[in-house]
């Protein structure tokens, strides 16, 4: 009763059917403080009216002195911010449903004395947001969702989840299905509590999505589904073939959903506008170096943002030459990013050389090659059993292979090529596999290390050396190629750019421990340094 109660509050008062995100940039360039004092004009924010609004703003201390910062709107104080030295913080804060922003009203940032800096200015009815297949807001602790459940249906929702069988996990029979459940459920549940009480106990309130909430009903109760799943399939003999295919083909059947899992959520990025291109991840803060030829084409840019490495291989595809002078400009890093060329080329072919249709097919082309990939992968592990499904899904849903989709990054497209060169090896085709790896160094230069592979003696023979050179000059050619135009074009290759994550082994291992550990030591838990601690724990457990 005590669950069925939780889901059905949660349901009425924090699932949204529809949200509209509204967010206005109002600063995007640093503001440096003058007499200590940065003041902004607001202009109009007539859409938020009626709405808690959320005010983001990102501060950097660029002295060795701590200031205190005090945040103001039309005279009245939001917020005191201690603003420790050499630090650059993110403060949120709220204004209530009657404090409305008008336009012309002053924003005024102060502290007692200068070498400060306002770097962002955002307003906005959310703090942030999730998409895909868990989608939610967050919100100021005040605001109230759009379209809330109706009370009769909360109370039909409430009564169907009283009355289905109470069910303990230990009835599902599947071993695998039980843990994944006892591991699941309890997550589940504390997320769910947390949504339901996160006004109550901070600034924020956290809205759901029906479908999230659909998704984490059925996770809870799980059990109970399976039981009455049971008891309908009993007694509808009419059902008992169409159940009996289900199980035939279970494990196919976990592979489609998980095809169609991938392909929703990626089609949760799609705007009518600006198409996958929120995939590419432009960041207005490389905008106006951009190229001519893409900032004259409509595509999504990230506010407030530098964007993710993504946009600077769009902009190669958009001119995969690079006879544009402005290119080198266009790059953060052009002797590192120019070298890896092969995907930009492929998107300049697919989009015809114009670069509306470049940019879409370079956002694109990374969900065909993870769809090519998953196929490949199935080589190896066929949808036969559970375990073969869970490598395969374990291979495809990495963190690196979906963020190589999500920011439109070369590594899960080399993987595709590496995976051919595999197959070769196994079919008996070194040639075809040592053109691949060739042509997968043009993705990504540490690629060529697969060479060793190429070179290793297998079965009682050894390889011949002049057959061992043939091979070397296809793996190392293409890239020696491509190196050898960058050159006589007068861009910048010499340079070992990327040559910092190279170290004699375990020096870089030790080294990286005591930089995290000693910013940890100096920025705390909040800073960066902790994802770094928990990588390194992971690699050493």
């Known amino acids: 009763m005590l669950l069925a109660g939780l889901c059905a509050f949660v349901l009425h008062a924090r699932v949204y059917d529809d949200f509209e995100r509204l967010r206005f940039p109002i600063v995007r360039t640093e503001r440096t403080a003058s007499l200590g004092a940065v003041v902004v004009t607001l202009p109009d924010l007539s859409r938020l009216s009626g709405q808690p609004a959320a005010i983001i703003l990102r501060l950097a201390n660029n002295v060795s002195a701590l200031r205190d910062v005090r945040v103001a709107l039309g005279g009245a104080t939001l917020a005191d911010v201690p603003l420790a030295p050499g630090r650059q913080v993110r403060v949120d804060l709220s204004l209530p449903e009657g404090g409305a922003v008008s336009e012309g009203d002053s924003f005024e940032v102060t502290s007692d004395g200068d070498g400060w800096s306002l770097t962002s200015l955002e307003i906005a009815n959310i703090h942030g947001f999730s998409q895909g297949l868990i989608e939610f807001v967050v919100v100021p602790a005040s605001a109230r969702a759009s379209n809330r459940v109706g009370g009769l249906v909360t109370l039909l929702v409430f009564v169907i989840l009283l009355v289905l069988p109470v069910s303990s996990f230990r009835i599902v029979k599947n071993r695998v299905l039980r843990t994944a459940h006892m591991v699941m459920a309890p997550l589940v549940l504390l997320f769910l509590t947390a949504v339901l009480l996160a ?219 590496l995976a051919l060169a595999v197959l070769s090896i196994e079919r008996g085709r070194p040639l075809r596999a040592t053109c691949l790896v060739g042509l997968s160094g043009l993705a990504k230069d540490i690629n060529l290390l697969w060479i060793a592979v190429l070179i290793e003696p297998h079965g009682a023979h ?37 040559d910092s994550n190279f170290a004699a082994p375990f020096t870089g291992y030790v080294t990286q421990w005591s930089i995290t550990l000693s910013e940890l030591r100096e920025d705390g838990w909040a800073s960066f340094a902790r994802f770094s601690l928990l990588t390194l724990v992971s690699l050493t457990t």
């Open 199 to 417: 006004p109550l106990v901070s600034d924020y309130a956290v809205f759901l999505a029906t479908h999230t909430f659909i998704l984490c009903t059925m996770v809870l109760y799980y059990p109970a589904l399976e039981r009455t799943a049971a008891i309908v399939r009993h007694s509808s003999p009419a059902l008992r073939p169409m159940w009996t295919l289900v199980r035939s083909r279970r494990v196919q059947l976990l592979y489609l959903v998980s095809l169609v899992l991938f392909i929703a959520s990626i089609a949760g990025f799609h705007e009518p506008e600006y198409g996958l291109t929120s995939l590419i991840r432009f960041g207005d803060q490389f905008q106006d170096q951009a190229l001519p030829a893409v900032r004259a084409v409509p595509h999504h840019v990230m506010e407030n943002s530098s964007g993710y490495d993504g946009q600077f291989y769009a902009q190669l595809a958009v001119d995969p030459l690079l006879l544009d002078p402005a290119i080198d400009d266009a790059l953060d890093v052009p002797t590192y990013r120019a070298r890896r060329i092969l995907f930009s080329w492929t998107a300049f072919l697919l989009g015809l050389g114009q670069p509306r249709f470049v940019l879409h097919a370079y956002a694109m082309q990374n969900i065909v090659f993870w769809l090519l990939l998953a196929l490949l992968i199935s080589h190896w592990f066929p949808p036969r059993d559970l375990q073969s499904f869970c490598l395969w899904f374990g291979c495809m849903f990495s963190h690196g292979v979906i963020i190589s989709v999500r920011w439109a990054l070369p590594d899960g497209p080399s993987m595709l090529l």
């Open 462 to 498: 050894r390889p011949r050396w002049p057959v061992v050179c043939v091979r070397v000059l296809l793996v190392a050619g293409p890239l020696s190629v491509w190196m050898f135009y960058l050159w006589i074009g007068n861009h910048e290759v010499r340079s070992l750019v990327g």
